[in-house]
């Protein structure tokens, strides 16, 4: 796609005002209902979904298929990121009233690093066709992993802070309770952060550590940085409501990790097999009809499947015991 700089200035611009509004909205601390979460995940949904078409109608269906297909797979892979925000909300013992928030100055930490993940990503493909072997490569070992992970049940009942943001702590030094929605505090004649800030840290550094397998993963399916973008935008702006919406259905999605680890592996060779083809040599290549079908057809297997074994697992724990 060649896309207008005022093309992406209104596009910047019209997701400026929409993340203004999502503010708006939770800019007074309460608990987030089922009801308010349910409403709101549909709304960005529909607009996720308004602006593939009109990319369909005004640019052509092939940009507007990979819009979808990278957009499905940012969500799904931030579906998976959720029960680390939980773990991470446990973790610090954040007030129910307060999630939103902190869950709100996270994606806005989100879509600015990912922004420059995005432009840096756009720039070494555009310098380095090679790269994509490494891309490839990456996703190949990251979808390995995860099923290595899943096998094991290697998921951690715990968040643990990273070495980062335990150096911060310990050069600003943490208030020893909340203040409301303050981020800074006095304490003891010294200005200190309060738990609140030192979550949001939290939320935003791992969303860096997220970045660095869906960056690629989109890449993967698109190489035009302003379908990456708002794909990946898209994504975000609904996750502080789907938090609150499916977070008490999280530890029912068993087998979530092996969708993903399939979907990246899948990626992973697309990936590979792109490199090959730009190298010149007579590959076959994946078209985006074929990925978005597929990920469509893995996301729905596997939110069946972690269902039915959910459900069998409940069965199992309510028989009497003998």
């Excluded at 802070?161 to 981020?183: C, I, P, Q």
Aim: neutral net charge; hydrophobic residues 55%; contains cysteine.
């Amino acid at each position: 796609m060649n896309v207008s700089l005022t093309v992406w200035a209104l596009s910047v611009g019209v997701l400026c005002v929409l993340v203004a509004v999502d503010f708006l909205i939770g800019r007074k601390p309460h608990e987030v209902s089922l009801r308010e979460a349910g409403v709101w995940t549909v709304v960005w949904i529909v607009l996720a979904c308004a602006f593939g078409v009109g990319l369909g109608m005004t640019a052509g269906w092939g940009p507007a298929g990979e819009f979808f297909a990278g957009y499905i797979t940012e969500k799904s892979l931030s579906v998976d990121n959720l029960f680390v925000f939980v773990l991470i909300m446990a973790k610090f013992a954040v007030p129910p009233p307060y999630q939103q928030r902190v869950l709100m100055v996270g994606v806005l930490m989100a879509l600015v690093l990912r922004a420059g993940f995005i432009a840096a990503g756009a720039a070494i493909i555009s310098a380095f066709s090679w790269v994509f072997y490494l891309f490839g490569a990456f996703l190949i070992w990251t979808a390995w992993k995860l099923i290595q992970d899943a096998r094991k049940e290697e998921h951690e009942e715990e968040y643990q802070e990273n070495k980062l943001l335990k150096s911060v702590e310990r050069r600003f030094g943490v208030a020893d309770r909340y203040h409301g929605t303050r981020l800074w505090v006095e304490q003891n004649g010294k200005r200190v952060m309060t738990p609140m800030l030192v979550v949001m840290l939290a939320i935003g550094s791992t969303d860096v550590l997220f970045a660095l397998d869906s960056i690629p993963a989109i890449y993967g399916l698109t190489q035009d940085p302003y379908i990456v973008f708002t794909a990946n935008a898209f994504a975000l702006m609904g996750l502080r409501q789907l938090y609150f919406l499916i977070g008490g259905l999280l530890k029912r999605l068993v087998h979530l990790s092996y969708g993903l680890s399939v979907i990246l592996g899948f990626i992973g060779v697309k990936l590979v097999l792109h490199a090959l083809h730009e190298s010149g040599v007579h590959v076959p290549e994946i078209g985006i009809p074929f990925s978005l079908g597929f990920i469509v057809l893995v996301l729905a297997v596997t939110t069946v499947t972690s269902l039915r074994a959910a459900k069998r697992s409940e069965s199992g724990d309510e028989r009497p015991a003998r």
